[in-house]
């Protein structure tokens, strides 16, 4: 994953939550493998499960899947959710989000790249 | 007190699974030194962090009870997948009573489980036509809950809490592996199969 270090580079260069113009670093196809066997028991892409719903969830703000019940952190949070601000979130989601319930951390910066690109390559929030 | 006298009684109830009930009890004999470990140097929101982990642990394992429930009584597996299913289903509800009691233990509320209707839309089980759809979602359950368990044992504030979701991730793993072998599917020659 050569494109991961350079990708944590210019974010650290930058305000959070900037808008960072990249080539996505990650594999798709990798990605979702990687979904379904780490995010897959909390969280599918079109229902509230555990964990919300997550098509469209790239560029989506915070907290805004109707019908899912947030922590009142992830509910008030800023955040917009930015490939950078998932990427940040997966290292450490309550250091990020103090407050939130998701505790799961994805320690590979690969591993998050692939599937930030996933999930980027998800369509639009199917609303239920 | 009450806490411990409702999950014996949860224990007795499920008597039968009697493996299971040894492996509740030694994580509720636990529950004093977790408490206090949850909590230490780290203050409340630590300790509430960890709530909120477990209860979401809890959320993966009231779903697995009700999807081999809704399994075991599709009509779809026979014997001795069908026993398989019902063991399994019995460890997860070991799993739930020592997270509800490690929650209830730390000062916090042990979520409920959804509705049936909820889980069958969640989960797709209208799309389930035979046994092998049956063990294919059970193997990714199993899955990605040993996944899910080893993923958020980094975040809590007490090792000792960590240490119970190592010991449930162990249980989902080797669920998973039986499955896999149900299923007729090799092993994947990898190392980290989970994780």
């Given at each position: 994953?050569?494109?991961?270090?350079?990708?944590?580079?210019?974010?650290?260069?930058?305000?959070?939550?900037?808008?960072?113009?990249?080539?996505?670093?990650?594999?798709?196809?990798?990605?979702?493998?990687?979904?379904?066997?780490?995010?897959?028991?909390?969280?599918?892409?079109?229902?509230?499960?555990?964990?919300?719903?997550?098509?469209?969830?790239?560029?989506?703000?915070?907290?805004?899947?109707?019908?899912?019940?947030?922590?009142?952190?992830?509910?008030?949070?800023?955040?917009?959710?930015?490939?950078?601000?998932?990427?940040?979130?997966?290292?450490?989601?309550?250091?990020?989000?103090?407050?939130?319930?998701?505790?799961?951390?994805?320690?590979?910066?690969?591993?998050?790249?692939?599937?930030?690109?996933?999930?980027?390559?998800?369509?639009?929030?199917?609303?239920? | 007190?009450t806490d411990i006298?409702a999950s014996?009684?949860?224990?007795?109830?499920?008597?039968?699974?009697?493996?299971?009930?040894?492996?509740?009890?030694?994580?509720?004999?636990?529950?004093?030194?977790?408490?206090?470990?949850?909590?230490?140097?780290?203050?409340?929101?630590?300790?509430?962090?960890?709530?909120?982990?477990?209860?979401?642990?809890?959320?993966?394992?009231?779903?697995?009870?009700?999807?081999?429930?809704?399994?075991?009584?599709?009509?779809?597996?026979?014997?001795?997948?069908?026993?398989?299913?019902?063991?399994?289903?019995?460890?997860?509800?070991?799993?739930?009573?020592?997270?509800?009691g490690?929650?209830r233990?730390?000062?916090?509320?042990?979520?409920?489980?959804?509705?049936?209707?909820?889980?069958?839309?969640?989960?797709?089980?209208?799309?389930?036509?035979?046994?092998?759809?049956?063990?294919?979602?059970?193997?990714?359950?199993?899955?990605?809950?040993?996944?899910?368990?080893?993923?958020?044992?980094?975040?809590?504030?007490?090792?000792?809490?960590?240490?119970?979701?190592?010991?449930?991730?162990?249980?989902?793993?080797?669920?998973?592996?039986?499955?896999?072998?149900?299923?007729?599917?090799?092993?994947?020659?990898?190392?980290?199969?989970?994780?």
């Amino acid at each position: 994953m050569k494109w991961a270090p350079v990708i944590a580079a210019a974010f650290l260069l930058l305000p959070a939550g900037a808008a960072i113009a990249l080539a996505p670093a990650g594999d798709a196809v990798r990605g979702a493998q990687l979904y379904k066997a780490r995010c897959g028991s909390c969280h599918s892409l079109d229902a509230n499960r555990v964990g919300p719903a997550h098509r469209g969830v790239v560029g989506r703000k915070a907290g805004s899947m109707a019908g899912y019940s947030y922590s009142p952190a992830m509910r008030a949070s800023r955040v917009v959710w930015s490939p950078q601000a998932i990427d940040r979130y997966l290292q450490n989601p309550q250091q990020m989000v103090p407050g939130t319930k998701m505790g799961f951390r994805l320690a590979d910066p690969g591993q998050r790249a692939d599937v930030i690109a996933y999930l980027q390559q998800q369509g639009r929030t199917v609303r239920k | 007190m009450t806490d411990i006298i409702a999950s014996r009684r949860t224990l007795i109830r499920s008597a039968g699974t009697g493996l299971l009930s040894v492996a509740a009890i030694a994580i509720l004999g636990d529950m004093p030194a977790l408490a206090r470990e949850a909590g230490k140097g780290n203050g409340v929101s630590a300790r509430q962090g960890d709530i909120d982990i477990l209860n979401v642990a809890l959320g993966l394992e009231h779903e697995a009870i009700e999807a081999y429930q809704i399994g075991a009584e599709s009509g779809l597996l026979q014997k001795p997948v069908l026993d398989l299913a019902v063991i399994f289903q019995g460890h997860h509800k070991g799993h739930r009573d020592a997270l509800s009691g490690a929650i209830r233990q730390l000062g916090g509320a042990p979520v409920e489980a959804h509705s049936r209707a909820d889980y069958i839309e969640s989960l797709g089980i209208a799309a389930i036509k035979n046994q092998a759809d049956v063990l294919k979602l059970a193997q990714a359950h199993e899955l990605g809950a040993a996944n899910a368990y080893i993923g958020v044992m980094p975040s809590f504030g007490g090792k000792e809490l960590a240490q119970v979701c190592a010991k449930i991730a162990a249980d989902e793993a080797s669920h998973w592996s039986l499955l896999t072998a149900a299923l007729g599917e090799p092993i994947p020659s990898a190392a980290f199969l989970f994780g």
